[in-house]
């Protein structure tokens, strides 16, 4: 298997280059050269994650060094549970794909451990520490930290737009220290994204580091997500003897995207449905066709409040005609107080607490029922609601008891620095400190 540039074909990666590299040379995305493909009958006796995730991303890695390590990788980087939660006082079948059972409680868990697995067995000709530069709309940069938090042979920079994530992402963010710098950016999402692309592309820090990413744009964080999709369709498919729908959260696509890859493997997935938040570039364009990324604008739902989509490409990319790509894929819209509204009625009538991220995809479930929507539908549940306190306790007036994972972090000291959202003040503080 080699990866090759959304941009041109003609650059070409193992999977070891693909994930060391992060973005291609000539700026695009790593996807791979071609798909394998599956029936479900290739995962018979496989149901832990591990196992199944090793079955399904062998063919992703064949030919890489990282082959031989494939099970080892993902023993290390599944090592927290994945349940699929009937949703009981659903009136309709539903389960819930629970996927913040990790350490920092985000579906991000999943891509950062592997990742940071990966890496660690890659060997590198230059002898340099690696410095890993995360872009953050809150939940990545604290999972990216605590998988590579501690390990001797990188560094790691979070940048993330500073006030615009919830207090416990921000603490999160910023309770590492040692190979850990956070720096809170005085700008958007959007903005904290800019930076790492033109980091990428500046000489000088070329010169002066060896850069590596950790965001979705990485192509070790996108194939481990397709994971979760394949033992969650495979669980259903089994006992249901039907495919289940999946809605899907969605700001960057990256967790969509894996779960568009899990289908487009063979994986017994229907339909698939993105819940975005009032950042429409991604519903307006399958209306209407027309790309017109724009700025982000601040929602509930912080995580997902993206307006240039980066793996928009990828998608494109499987799919580059636009009526075969809007057949693929739902899509539809929740505003903050549909979010607000979603969080107080299924606190009440379904008996869950949802973080607002998760609210959305709950949300965009009932208006699929209400449009005579059927099937099974899975909402996937992107992070844990005690991340999002103030939001979720004041709509639902419950208190969200903390995981454990999440009050040892809160209990550390906050070690952070302010930015100016630019590539040079990036760049003074990468090379002067
Ligand atoms: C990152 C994130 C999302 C959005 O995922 P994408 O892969 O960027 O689409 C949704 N919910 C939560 C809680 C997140 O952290």
Redesign the pocket.
Known sequence: MHYISTRDSSHQASLSEAIARGIAPDGGLYVPGDFPHFNTRDFDGLNELPDIAERLLAPFAEGDPLASQLGDICREAFNFPVPLVTLDQAPAPASVLELFHGPTC???DFGARFLAASLGRIPRADKRKLTILVAT????GGAVAAAFHKKPWVDVVVLYPKGLVSERQAQQLACWGDNVRTFAVNGTFDECQRMVKEAFLDASLKESHQLSSAN?INVGRLLPQMTYYAKSSLELWRQLGRRPNYI??????????ACVWARHVGLPIGEIVLATNANQTVTDFLRSGEWQPRASIATL?S??D?GN?S?MERLRSLHADFEELQGQLGASSVDDIEIRGTLRRDSHELNRIW?P??ATAAKVYRRMLSRGARGHWVIVS??HPAKFNDIVESQTGQEVPVPQALATLLSLPRQEQELEASLSALRTQLQTT
């Open positions: 985000a579906f991000k709309s809150g939940d990545t979705s899907i959260p969605t700001g960057n696509l990256g967790n969509a995207m739902a995580a997902m993206v989509p793996n973080c991220h998760t992107t992070a």
